[in-house]
């Protein structure tokens, strides 16, 4: 158990719908990272947030976005969806630079 | 970006034996993280390296960071049927996102 929540576990939706994937941070950890995991890939970085702003991006279109609340928790909008959006989303968090620990994921399916 | 790239692919072992895998990068890393991922889990953390030559254990677990700062490898001894799974290397620069690896699945065999 590493502490970091993701709900909910399993969702689909349909191709141009808007998707909220939600995230509770380890006790005491201030930053959140989201990662797109593919079928039979590593995880993709998508961003971080630290104290509520966004701290840096990986290579993911500006539909993909997120919050961060003042409890640290975390949530991660993607919309427009579409088919290669199908994947399991990762929520990981850290205290600063601090080691990474993941939740167990929300597989999102895209039809 | 940085492209991270595991080897083996897959591994078929024994129970009992013992596993070596690594990954190698085209960049310099300043952590190097070792996760296990069961199906449908998020990864878990195995090991952390922070230093450039430094090997640590965690149980049957050892790996080591490269010299060059761009290689890891983890070792498991005495493999057990639970070790099944899949095994990322994931490095990290002074920014604070993650560079997975391609990932190493393995399979033991009772």
């Known amino acids: 158990e590493t502490g970091v929540t993701q709900s909910p576990t399993h969702l689909i939706k349909t191709r141009g719908q808007q998707v909220t994937l939600r995230c509770s941070s380890q006790?005491?950890?201030?930053?959140v990272s989201w990662y797109q995991q593919a079928l039979g890939q590593g995880p993709q970085f998508i961003f971080q947030y630290y104290r509520e702003e966004e701290n840096g991006r990986g290579n993911f279109p500006p539909r993909f976005s997120g919050l961060q609340f003042p409890n640290y928790s975390s949530e991660l909008n993607v919309n427009a969806l579409e088919l290669d959006d199908s994947a399991l989303y990762l929520c990981a968090s850290s205290l600063g630079t601090g080691t990474a620990f993941f939740g167990q994921g929300t597989r999102l399916t895209v039809v | 970006g940085q492209q991270l790239n595991q080897s083996p692919q897959s591994m078929f072992i024994q129970e009992g034996e013992d596993v070596s895998m690594n990954c190698t990068s085209s960049?310099?890393?300043?952590?190097w993280l070792w996760y296990k991922q069961d199906p449908g889990e998020g990864p878990v953390l195995l090991i952390a390296?922070?230093?450039?030559?430094e090997l640590t254990s965690n149980g049957r677990l050892t790996a080591q960071f490269g010299i060059t700062r761009k290689d890891s490898f983890l070792n498991i001894s005495a493999s057990i049927p639970s070790d099944v799974g899949i095994y990322f290397c994931?490095?990290?620069?002074?920014?604070?996102?993650?560079?997975f690896g391609t990932g190493t699945r393995l399979t033991v065999i009772p």
């Open positions: 994931a490095g990290q620069t002074g920014a604070n996102n993650l560079f």
């Open positions: 390296l922070y230093k450039a030559g």
């Open positions: 960049s310099i890393f300043n952590t």
């Open positions: 006790s005491g950890h201030n930053t």
